[in-house]
């Protein structure tokens, strides 16, 4: 397996490896918004603009030339949320905005950027291992790279949105704590019937976070 930043060559094949494997992703799961195998522009939608900024990796099997796992990241920065859910009022797609209503919402709410003194976040968005390579750490190493990286590019903050249980270990076996964590089952809507009902073991949703070494907490 070899490890490489995504160059926009690969873009596509990319795209193409996110619909088949990222829809197994808990929320999707549980709201039913991308579907396997299809086209789900909204979401590619954010692949593509987090692809262009570079900082994402790919595990490359040699052997055959697949593209095995990646890791989407990106910069965000102080008041993204509050302009995302601004932009989200134009998006007229309820399970769009059970998903990306509650990130932002709860990006919104922890204000790392005033907690940690920074001004941006080296933000881990998306984690995808294709079915036919997981369970055998690939996650986990796309993830340990992806801090080298951001170290190496001066970064002070990892952050990711952990919205599986799987993702969670990774990120804590990288040595991420949790932020905040929510229980996708106390989330109800006006009816008060669950919004949420993602599959067992996924009950939580942690923002989690990893000061870079040689950054102190400034607390
Ligand atoms: N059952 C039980 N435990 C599992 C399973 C499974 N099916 N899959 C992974 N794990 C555990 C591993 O045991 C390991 O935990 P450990 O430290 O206790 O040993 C941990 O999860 C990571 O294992 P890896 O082998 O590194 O993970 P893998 O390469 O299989 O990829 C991933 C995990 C990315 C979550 C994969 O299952 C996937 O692509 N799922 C669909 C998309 C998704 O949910 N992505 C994450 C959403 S959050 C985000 O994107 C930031």
């Not at 991308?34 to 954010?46: I, N, T």
């Not at 900082?55 to 949320?81: H, Q, Y």
């Not at 003194?117 to 995808?128: A, G, H, P, Y």
Request: charged share 30%; with cysteine.
């Amino acid at each position: 397996m070899e490890y490489q930043v995504i160059p926009e060559s690969r873009f596509e094949e990319v795209i193409h490896h996110l619909r088949f494997n990222f829809p197994d992703e808990p929320l999707n799961v549980s709201v039913g918004f991308c579907a396997h195998g299809q086209e789900c522009e909204l979401l590619e939608h954010h692949d593509l603009e987090t692809l262009r900024e570079g900082f994402s990796l790919m595990a490359l099997d040699t052997e055959t030339g697949v593209i095995a796992g990646v890791a989407l990241s990106g910069v965000s920065k102080r008041g993204d949320a509050e302009k995302a859910l601004e932009e989200m009022k134009s998006i007229d797609n309820l399970k769009y905005h059970r998903i990306f209503g509650l990130l932002n919402n709860v990006n919104k709410s922890l204000d790392l950027y005033s907690k940690y003194n920074v001004e941006e976040i080296f933000d881990i968005r998306i984690l995808s291992v294709d079915t036919r390579y997981r369970g055998k750490g690939l996650a986990k190493e796309l993830f340990h790279r992806s801090g080298l990286l951001a170290a190496e590019k001066g970064f002070k903050l990892l952050k990711t949105d952990a919205t599986s249980l799987f993702t969670q270990k990774v990120a804590e076996s990288d040595g991420y704590t949790v932020a905040k964590s929510v229980k996708y089952g106390d989330y109800k809507d006006e009816n008060g019937k669950q919004i949420y009902k993602t599959q067992s073991p996924h009950d939580y949703y942690k923002v989690m976070i990893r000061l870079i070494d040689g950054h102190a907490n400034s607390e």
